[in-house]
């Protein structure tokens, strides 16, 4: 795949300039772009920036205790990006331009980010459902680099839907300072009980949760909430929970 020149844009040369980059200076910038990017198509064969695929992935990634999960990056609309959407938690993806493998990660620890740049690996279902169209990509040596060669004239099978974010504008996946307060509020509003099985819990409060639909903690309008008591609240989850 032909890289696009950023270099050369006026915008990114004051950007460089802000930054006090020489503009001799002629390392490799990979630049990130928002969704909503008039240069960002979406078509029925895939999603392109100016003429160029891109990559999804999520950006923002909790960690419980010392067990570290990784997050895959996706080419293509695989079934795990299906079933994100249709548990409405397709937010947590962003978009990304990068062609090396390195992407900005928030492990999210504590409900605090703990910025890095991380190598993540390539979805197995994105790989499983190219090789079915007669590719031959590999888990083990997948490069985004050979993928973007060899699919350059190939405009098939790409997202249907675009986050709307990408890795630098999203809010950071953490909870508000005043969540507590937020928490109590719903709580009582829904009087201590469990949407789900519908129990009371005004005498263990303890027990009752409040529950973001759509994954994002930093999203709290009510239409994405809903209260559930602890039994409930793991069955959304595939960690084991340890507060709201």
């Known amino acids: 795949m032909e890289k696009i020149d950023f270099l050369s844009c006026a915008e990114f040369k004051l950007i460089k300039e802000l930054m006090g980059i020489s503009d001799n200076d002629k390392t490799e910038f990979t630049m990130d772009i928002r969704a909503d ?4 198509k979406i078509f029925p064969g895939g999603i392109f920036y100016k003429g160029r695929r891109v990559i999804l992935y999520i950006r923002d990634q909790a960690q419980y205790g010392d067990k570290i999960r990784e997050y895959k990056f996706h080419l293509v609309n695989c079934a795990t990006l299906k079933t994100m959407r249709n548990q409405n938690r397709y937010g947590k993806y962003v978009v990304s331009t990068s062609t090396s493998g390195k992407f900005k990660v928030n ?3 504590n409900n605090r980010p703990v910025e890095s ?3 993540l690996h390539v979805c197995k279902h994105c790989l499983r459902r190219l ?3 007669g590719y031959n990509f590999t888990y083990e040596n997948f490069s985004i680099e050979e993928f973007f060669r060899v699919m350059n004239d190939d405009n098939s099978g790409n ?3 675009l986050p709307d974010e990408n890795d630098l504008t999203a809010p950071t996946n953490v909870y508000p300072q005043n969540w507590n307060e937020i928490s109590r509020r719903f709580k009582a509003k829904h009087n201590y009980t469990c949407q789900e099985c519908h129990r009371n819990f005004s005498d263990c409060k303890s ?3 409040v529950h973001h639909k759509n994954g994002l903690k930093n999203d709290n309008r009510e239409s994405n909430l809903e209260v559930l008591c602890y039994d409930c609240h793991q069955t959304k989850h595939n960690h084991k929970i340890t507060r709201e």
């Open 37 to 40: 990017d008039s240069n960002l």
């Open 107 to 109: 492990r999210i620890i």
């Open 117 to 119: 740049e991380e190598r």
């Open 131 to 133: 090789n079915q169209q």
């Open 159 to 161: 997202f249907q839907v």
């Open 207 to 209: 027990r009752l949760h």
